[in-house]
């Protein structure tokens, strides 16, 4: 598995496998894939990162901040989405291990996700990675017609000394 700086000619398969993860009903309340530019804007210039193995890209991971507030500049929302081809497979994790690294080195304090209760293996991928859960948000957005849950995670930094 290779590990590189996503960039904008990456944008057609991140796309793909954002909408794949749409596709599950698990991932996220989005119901389509934003534009690059939209994308480019909500997300850190920072810690973008593509998975590849045997030259297909097996995976995308992201940071976004949580406000534009500057007493949240060390806070970011994970996302992290996995090509349907190369789920189970490790990818997650690889992709987990770059962004808790990277957001270290950019003082990051505190990473974030909410996750729907019902993706057991994303709130796997991130207790393996030191997040632990801290409460939950009911019905806090509807997914189509239902109003959906999401577990609230997040992970301290260990190298600012807030954990």
């Known amino acids: 598995m290779e590990l590189r700086t996503m960039n904008d000619t990456d944008w057609p398969a991140v796309r793909t496998i954002y909408l794949q993860g749409i596709a599950t009903g698990q991932a996220t309340f989005q119901t389509e894939a934003p534009s690059w530019e939209d994308w480019d804007g909500s997300h850190l210039k920072h810690s973008r990162f593509i998975a590849s193995i045997d030259g297909h890209i ?3 991971a992201a940071l976004s901040p949580v406000s ?3 007493v949240y500049a060390g806070v970011a929302e994970v996302s992290v989405y996995i090509h349907e081809d ?27 996700s909410g996750i729907f209760p019902e ?24 997914h189509g017609n239902t109003w959906r ?15």
């Open 149 to 163: 849950d999401t577990t609230l995670m997040e992970r301290r930094s260990k190298t600012i000394g807030i954990d």
């Open 68 to 70: 534009s507030r500057c």
């Open 119 to 142: 993706n057991e293996a994303s709130i796997r991928l991130h207790e393996k990675h030191g997040f632990r859960q801290l409460g939950y948000r009911e019905k806090v957005g509807k």
């Open 58 to 60: 097996a995976g995308w």
């Open 86 to 112: 190369y789920r189970g497979k490790g990818v997650g994790s690889f992709l987990m291990n770059a962004l808790v690294e990277s957001s270290e080195k950019q003082g990051l304090w505190t990473l974030q």
